[in-house]
């Protein structure tokens, strides 16, 4: 729950930025369009039409930037998260809905961006989570008064993953503990190979080979991989170790994955370091 609030988050942005774009274009387009005899932008249902708009999208600005702000805060905003997720993506869609409607036939010409814009929203109340689903939340937190407290920090004692020299600690022991945390009857059947690509004195550069329930950890990187993991060693090791959420390492840049279908499928085989 807590990773799932920096995807969420940066949805709300993006509904505020593209709304933003979808109401500066429809605004030029009403100031050159003409109908009647007059700029289509001296209509009064238009003009009251597009305050409106402006009004919901600056509430929804507002939400958003209140939620970023206890994000930078170390706070863990479930709430206003989900919150601006749903409202901010719902309204993208009323709002560029509305604006397209402005552009009469026009709004269904690649020529116009209104066009890519309808398209492009609209995924923005599925993605991270459907409206439904946010609601539903929302439900449980308000009605139900359930509680989501902060699950990573850097602060937390992290269990040894039974290992056979404790707790790996460094980039480079977290990679090589591979085989033995590997789910062998879970992988039979399964095949890939993973470039690991870590920066720092305890990371390096290493090869992993999964094939019928056994995994082989090589140094350097060989073969064609399926899929290339870049990070320094610190950030990967806070991962693993459950200090960093791996969500906000992943959309902040620090964790670079060049296949994530292929990686998240990949975790799933493996025992966690923390235990």
């Given at each position: 729950?807590?990773?799932?609030?920096?995807?969420?988050l940066?949805?709300?942005i993006?509904?505020?930025?593209?709304?933003?774009?979808?109401?500066?274009?429809?605004?030029?387009?009403?100031?050159?369009?003409?109908?009647?005899?007059?700029?289509?932008?001296?209509?009064?249902?238009?003009?009251?039409?597009?305050v409106?708009?402006?009004?919901?999208?600056?509430?929804?600005?507002?939400?958003?930037?209140?939620?970023?702000w206890?994000?930078?805060?170390?706070?863990?905003?479930?709430k206003?998260?989900?919150?601006?997720?749903?409202?901010?993506?719902?309204?993208?869609?009323?709002?560029?809905?509305?604006?397209?409607?402005?552009?009469?036939?026009?709004?269904?010409?690649?020529?116009?961006?209104?066009?890519?814009?309808?398209?492009d929203s609209?995924?923005?109340?599925i993605?991270?989570?459907?409206?439904?689903?946010?609601?539903?939340?929302?439900?449980?937190?308000?009605?139900?008064?359930?509680?989501y407290?902060?699950?990573?920090?850097?602060?937390?004692?992290?269990e040894?993953?039974?290992?056979p020299?404790?707790?790996?600690?460094?980039a480079?022991?977290?990679?090589?503990?591979?085989?033995l945390?590997?789910?062998?009857?879970?992988?039979?059947?399964?095949?890939?190979?993973?470039?690991?690509?870590?920066?720092?004195?305890?990371g390096g550069?290493?090869?992993?080979?999964?094939?019928?329930?056994?995994?082989?950890?090589?140094?350097?990187?060989?073969?064609?991989a399926?899929?290339?993991?870049?990070?320094?060693d610190?950030?990967?090791?806070?991962?693993?170790?459950?200090?960093?959420s791996?969500?906000m390492?992943?959309?902040?840049?620090?964790?670079?994955?060049?296949n994530?279908?292929?990686?998240?499928?990949?975790?799933?085989?493996?025992?966690k370091?923390?235990?």
């Amino acid at each position: 729950m807590e990773s799932f609030q920096v995807e969420r988050l940066v949805a709300a942005i993006f509904g505020v930025g593209g709304s933003d774009a979808c109401l500066d274009f429809t605004l030029k387009y009403m100031n050159e369009r003409e109908a009647f005899g007059k700029k289509i932008k001296k209509f009064q249902v238009l003009r009251h039409e597009m305050v409106q708009l402006h009004t919901e999208l600056e509430a929804g600005r507002q939400l958003t930037y209140h939620t970023a702000w206890l994000m930078q805060n170390g706070e863990v905003p479930v709430k206003e998260c989900t919150m601006a997720k749903l409202y901010m993506t719902e309204l993208g869609n009323k709002i560029v809905d509305k604006c397209l409607q402005m552009f009469g036939g026009y709004g269904y010409m690649e020529d116009f961006p209104i066009a890519r814009a309808y398209r492009d929203s609209r995924v923005g109340t599925i993605v991270g989570g459907t409206s439904q689903i946010m609601r539903e939340i929302l439900a449980k937190i308000i009605i139900d008064d359930t509680k989501y407290k902060k699950v990573y920090s850097e602060d937390e004692n992290v269990e040894k993953a039974g290992l056979p020299w404790g707790k790996p600690e460094t980039a480079r022991e977290i990679i090589e503990s591979i085989p033995l945390r590997l789910k062998k009857d879970k992988a039979k059947g399964y095949k890939t190979l993973f470039h690991f690509d870590i920066s720092g004195d305890t990371g390096g550069q290493f090869t992993v080979k999964i094939e019928d329930g056994v995994a082989l950890v090589t140094n350097g990187l060989s073969g064609d991989a399926d899929c290339t993991v870049t990070a320094e060693d610190t950030v990967y090791a806070d991962v693993e170790l459950g200090k960093t959420s791996p969500e906000m390492a992943f959309m902040s840049g620090q964790i670079k994955v060049n296949n994530l279908g292929a990686m998240m499928q990949f975790v799933r085989y493996f025992k966690k370091v923390t235990g």
